[in-house]
């Protein structure tokens, strides 16, 4: 039996993956849980396949890699992973992080006791200390298209999607979460669906999010457990390249199939008080609480 299954992707990212790895392997056998890790690799051109190859050789790692020719964005690669998992809970998690503080084990006893629970999100650092904004309000294009002329000048950027009070000290309902760290139970693919292929890159994720709460389910963000994110936000920092226009593609596909384009849906933002004291019962005792 497999408790949870990782699904992560790599592109030229052998200056983080070893540590992503060993630190997924760290956390699960502090938890004592059965686990494996579905490597996509996009293509790289550095040592990254050779990286996970060698982790893999060690032995102590349940690695299965899937090597692609060639860079083909997020949504195809995970989805290869994801039809091959076979834990109860599935991680998608990103090369770039590290597990740093915190047990799986009540975000397991959680989505297991919850079925009104669609996807848990954890609490990420950036490199400097700082709390990455992980979870956001449902965007607009009126949003996106703001932060151009701010970009460009050198300016801050408005960040209208952005929770005012974040970040969460306890368990909080939100609209959306980046795809960095995600748990969920493997039935929700069966519910929902896998991503969505027609987006490369970006927003995959706020689409998910959005087929989530249509459903009734809902997205919780967690912050009793941590991971160190060694985002380089691409995008954010090139707003014509290459990348940020495919960004742009993938949103209005969003808008397409789920409306917003200038009022967002009302914000789901509120606290989770039961969850949250189900999840500090669990990291004091180890014992279901609901």
């Not at 692609?68 to 992973?81: K, V």
Request: aromatic share 8%; with cysteine.
């Amino acid at each position: 039996m497999c408790d949870i299954s990782f699904v992560a992707l790599t592109w030229n990212s052998q200056a983080y993956v070893r540590r992503c790895l060993d630190s997924i392997a760290n956390r699960c056998e502090s938890d004592r849980l059965a686990f494996e890790i579905l490597v996509v690799d996009n293509g790289s051109a550095d040592g990254t396949v050779a990286d996970v190859t060698a982790v893999k050789a060690e032995g102590r790692t349940p690695v299965t890699l899937i090597s692609l020719d060639t860079n083909r964005g997020t949504t195809y690669p995970r989805n290869l992973a994801l039809k091959l998992a076979k834990g109860t809970v599935v991680c998608v998690i990103d090369s770039d992080t590290e597990f740093r503080s915190g047990s799986l084990r009540p975000i397991l006893r959680l989505l297991e006791a919850d079925p009104s629970l669609g996807l848990i999100a954890p609490r990420l650092l950036l490199p400097d200390g700082s709390v990455q904004h992980s979870v956001k309000r449902f965007p607009t294009l009126s949003h996106k298209l703001r932060k151009i002329p701010s970009i460009v000048l050198g300016r801050p950027v408005p960040r209208a999607d952005f929770y005012a009070t974040f970040p969460f000290e306890q368990c909080t309902f939100v609209d959306t979460a980046i795809s960095a760290c995600w748990f969920f139970r493997r039935q929700l693919v069966d519910n929902i669906g896998l991503l969505d292929e027609g987006i490369f890159y970006a927003p995959e994720d706020v689409e998910f999010c959005a087929r989530i709460h249509e459903a009734g389910q809902r997205i919780a963000y967690y912050p009793y457990l941590t991971l160190l994110h060694h985002t380089q936000q691409i995008s954010h920092r090139r707003p014509f390249s290459r990348m940020s226009l495919s960004h742009m593609k993938g949103l209005t596909r969003y808008h397409r199939k789920h409306g917003g384009w200038f009022v967002a849906p009302g914000s789901s933002l509120q606290p989770a008080p039961q969850m949250d004291a189900a999840a500090r019962r669990w990291i004091e005792t180890e014992t279901p609480a609901i």
